[in-house]
């Protein structure tokens, strides 16, 4: 009962897993999946342990993170409380959309459950990770919970109702998106994909390190990239006429849209 286990072995598992290797963290991992492919696989790149067994994963954490898919988080903890938990053990969930009183309701005391959503970026030790505590949470493993998250990046506490807009914000997603979307447009143009790849890297990633890095503040710079009568003012101000805008706002309305239908799971 001293090791971190991953119920789910799935991307992200393998995002935090890689992350928490890359920051030397050599406490016990183990993950149990029911694919056991995913399990050689993990076991092979990270030297974690594997547990093939539901029960016995269960019986040696100290920390149980949930990491399937919002709709499976229903059955799996069903399946767990089949065998009650005898012992206090805190619980934390990665599942998109799914509250905690629904974790709570599958499975409560002595669960005491928090949600985690960690980028994907955890890989890199360059994460962003958001936590929310319930109620009664234990201060002692509150504290391991965000030392753990803060091994693979930054960590923010924010209330739980605040949770599916901060998720469907901060997906890694909107970059790549972007990214392969501003290559796209200028390969169309004729540049070669090198060259493509090299400037809408900078257009996005350098640009933005400048905003965190500097003092200046988002509209200053704005101002100072898109002069009035330039290429990039004509840019900003034919995607703006577009729409671009409201294509934003639609599309992470669609993501709320999702973690509301995931809470109902």
Not at 5 to 21: D, E, K, M, N, Q
Not at 152 to 158: N, S
Not at 204 to 233: F, H, K, N, V, Y
Request: with cysteine; proline share 5%.
């Amino acid at each position: 009962m001293n090791a971190i286990v991953f119920l789910g072995g799935g991307r992200i598992t393998s995002a935090l897993v890689a992350g928490l290797r890359l920051a030397r963290y050599r406490k016990p991992i183990v993950v149990h999946d029911r694919n056991s492919g995913k399990l050689k696989t993990l076991k092979r790149q990270y030297g974690v342990a594997v547990e093939p067994d539901l029960r016995r994963g269960v019986d040696s954490a100290r920390l149980l993170i949930i990491a399937v898919r919002p709709d499976s988080v229903g059955e799996l903890l069903k399946e767990i409380a089949k065998h009650p938990i005898r012992r206090p053990l805190p619980g934390v969930s990665l599942a998109a959309g799914f509250p905690l009183s629904n974790l709570r309701a599958h499975l409560g005391s002595p669960v005491e459950w928090a949600r985690a959503m960690p980028s994907p970026v955890c890989r890199t030790s360059q994460g962003l990770t958001a936590l929310t505590f319930a109620r009664g949470f234990p201060g002692d493993a509150r504290a391991e919970v965000r030392t753990l998250f803060a091994l693979v990046g930054k960590v923010v506490e924010i209330p739980e109702k605040q949770f599916d807009a901060f998720t469907v914000t901060f997906s890694s997603s909107h970059g790549y998106h972007a990214l392969a979307t501003l290559v796209e447009a200028a390969e169309n143009l004729g540049l070669d994909r090198k060259s493509a790849r090299l400037a809408a890297a900078h257009a996005l990633a350098d640009g933005i390190a400048a905003w965190r890095e500097g003092t200046s503040s988002l509209e200053e710079l704005l101002q100072e990239a898109a002069t009035p009568g330039g290429t990039a003012a004509a840019v900003m101000n034919a995607l703006n006429d577009s729409g671009y805008r409201q294509t934003i706002t639609r599309g992470l309305r669609a993501g709320v849209k999702q973690a509301g239908m995931n809470a109902k799971l």
